[in-house]
């Protein structure tokens, strides 16, 4: 019964943990086994063989709790410390110091080791080197070939790496070679001493172990450059840092921090001599990390300018030049570019001044043409201005003799009358002509009818040779161009006089000339063909020359005018020998402006 009733009271408070297990999680995980995480540098089995008289101390200092080792390298350790995975740390005093910034962890004591004078300087590094080497300073290690532990290795790499550095020799870039033969440690004084590099790097108190342990000769190796540091049974090449710390994490229960801090440092000394001693401080090992930029100041390394220029100094100063270079082309270019184009603008300059002198030069010699022309044709005029003059003269008198003789019908003196009238508007029409051909008025393009400018081309010629036949062919449709008019009917003037000339001295001067006007692929073609004296196909080269003439009084200039004042409103002036027959055709085209 009584047996039964404390089954059912064990029963309740066993229901009642059960439910109350989170909460007192959540408190201080009291039912669960404190996890300790020991970095295992010497392998797992060391680990629970090394520490287990500390685990049960502490099991029986803290009563009712259960405490387990687990073991990890260096990352684990950090992981499990991150996820709450282990409640204390026993680890090296470089990752002590990483995981205060990565898992917030706190010092509740610190190891005392036999060898060292203090627990507060107990680790350093030895550079060691042979005997006999020739090396008696760190800085005479630069070109050099080095073994260390491991990148990560406190004693084994980082303490020397800081005071390599502080030597004026960067480990990373001065030495000849910087290798990593990771554990076993030893290894690499028995490399140095087989000469297989020129300096090791190993903890402190190696080297005295392994002479002690008979595996090396005391004069075989020794250690390069030994800092004095009194009380310490070790010879160091490098300031000492304090010992491996006993640590809390961010998440450990005051209470349960309390507690172990009391054992650990109540704890007797082990029979190999260690023991836990207050916290050393650690701040040393921190100024370390941010010297060497590594550990929880790894972010230095990526952004130091100093670092930066170090290590890609060859490829900035490229830039550099390249820069440089491409600042010298610029200016250059420009300065060039201003050049040329100062000299472009006087260029245009020049040539729009000699274009305007060419043009006032053009129109002065059109104007003499013209008046070439006139002088030409003038006693011609003149005879022709006779006739109608004459005319009126005749009729008048005639109508005078009418009068007085008392014949006063309408009819013939009208008709007199008339003819006064029509012959004194012929006389009229020419002189027009002639005082429009004589006007010194500069070139305008206005819209002709080119069918019209050709026929008062032809009464003018008619005029002063009444004598020439001309015949016209094609229709007296309009033809319309954009051009001067009178520039036009001087032009048809000069070609229709040369082709009478031609067929003057070729004596066929009653033969008729030819003309015609013809649509052809967008331009009007005015064609004047003779049956003249033609011309030897040298002379006809040069025909459209200035001054090339084969007449005794011609001044060679008719044609080339011609020929610029056609281009000068888009035509085109050519000649063509008439094939089988005699004499010559030429041609001008304007730009026909119904197609435009
Ligand atoms: P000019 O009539 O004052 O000589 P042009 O420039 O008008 O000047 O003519 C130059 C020369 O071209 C003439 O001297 C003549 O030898 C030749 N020429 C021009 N037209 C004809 C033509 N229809 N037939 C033969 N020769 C011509």
Redesign the pocket.
């Known amino acids: 019964m009584r047996a039964a009733r404390r089954l059912s009271r064990l029963a309740l408070t066993a229901l009642a943990a059960l439910c109350l297990l989170p909460a007192a999680r959540a408190q201080d995980g009291a039912d669960a086994p404190v996890r300790i995480g020991v970095l295992a540098y010497k392998g797992p089995e060391a680990v629970q063989r090394d520490w287990s008289r500390l685990r049960l101390w502490l099991e029986a200092s803290v009563p009712g709790r259960r405490f387990v080792l687990l073991d990890f390298d260096q990352a684990g350790l950090t992981r499990a410390a991150r996820e709450r995975a282990v409640d204390f740390v026993i680890t090296s005093s470089g990752h002590y110091v990483a995981l205060e910034h990565a898992a917030g962890a706190s010092r509740i004591a610190t190891l005392e080791s036999p060898w060292a004078a203090s627990p507060r300087q107990s680790i350093g590094s030895a550079i060691v080197v042979r005997r006999g080497a020739a090396l008696a300073a760190l800085p005479e290690l630069a070109g050099k070939h080095v073994l260390a532990v491991d990148p990560d290795a406190f004693g084994g790499y980082q303490i020397a790496a800081r005071e390599l550095l502080a030597a004026g020799v960067d480990p990373e870039h001065d030495l000849g070679r910087l290798e990593f033969s990771g554990f076993p440690t030893q290894k690499i004084l028995l490399a140095v001493r087989a000469g297989r590099a020129d300096a090791g790097i190993v903890r402190i108190c190696l080297l005295e172990q392994m002479i002690r342990s008979g595996e090396l000769d005391a004069a075989d190796l020794r250690v390069l450059a030994p800092v004095a540091s009194p009380g310490s049974a070790c010879q160091s090449s490098s300031r000492l840092y304090p010992d491996w710390p006993f640590a809390a994490l961010r998440h450990t229960a005051p209470q349960l921090s309390k507690q172990v801090a009391v054992a650990l440092l109540t704890m007797a000394r082990t029979p190999d001599g260690y023991s836990w001693a207050v916290p050393g401080d650690y701040q040393g090992v921190d100024t370390l990390f941010r010297e060497l930029r590594i550990g929880p100041y790894a972010y230095l390394r990526e952004w130091s300018f100093e670092t930066v220029l170090r290590r890609y100094w060859g490829l900035m100063l490229l830039a550099l030049a390249l820069l440089v270079g491409w600042a010298v082309h610029t200016v250059r270019v420009e300065h060039l570019v201003g050049r040329r184009t100062g000299q472009l603008r006087a260029a245009q300059e020049t040539q729009r001044r000699m274009a305007d002198e060419a043009q006032a030069r053009q129109a002065a010699l059109d104007h003499t043409a013209r008046l070439a022309i006139l002088g030409e044709m003038a006693s011609a005029i003149a005879h022709e201005l006779n006739q109608p003059l004459a005319a009126i003269g005749n009729f008048a008198r005639g109508m005078a003799r009418r009068i007085d003789a008392g014949r006063m019908e309408a009819a013939p003196l009208l008709e007199g009358a008339n003819e006064i009238a029509a012959q004194s508007e012929r006389a009229g029409n020419i002189m027009r002509n002639v005082r429009a051909l004589a006007q010194k008025k500069p070139a305008e393009r206005r819209h002709l009818d080119l069918a019209a400018v050709l026929e008062d081309a032809f009464a003018l010629f008619r005029a002063a040779h009444p004598q020439a036949q001309l015949a016209w062919r094609g229709a007296r449709a309009p033809a319309p161009v954009l051009a001067d008019a009178l520039q036009i009917q001087q032009v048809t003037l000069?070609l229709l006089?040369?082709?009478l000339?031609?067929q003057r001295s070729a004596g066929r001067a009653e033969q008729a000339i030819e003309v015609g006007l013809d649509a052809d692929a967008g331009a009007w073609r005015v064609s004047v063909r003779?049956s003249?004296?033609?011309?030897a196909p040298e002379?006809f080269a040069r025909?459209f020359e200035p001054f090339?003439?084969?007449?005794a009084e011609?001044?060679?200039?008719?044609?080339?005018l011609s020929k610029s004042i056609i281009e000068t409103f888009g035509g085109t002036l050519s000649a063509r020998p008439n094939g089988d027959a005699a004499?010559?055709t030429?041609c001008f085209t304007l730009p026909n402006m119904e197609h435009p």
Not at 532 to 535: K, W
Not at 554 to 560: A, D, F, N, Q
């Open positions: 000069n006089k040369n082709a000339d031609a003779d003249g004296c033609g011309l002379q025909l090339f003439t084969t007449k011609g001044l060679g200039l008719g044609l080339s004499g010559l030429i």
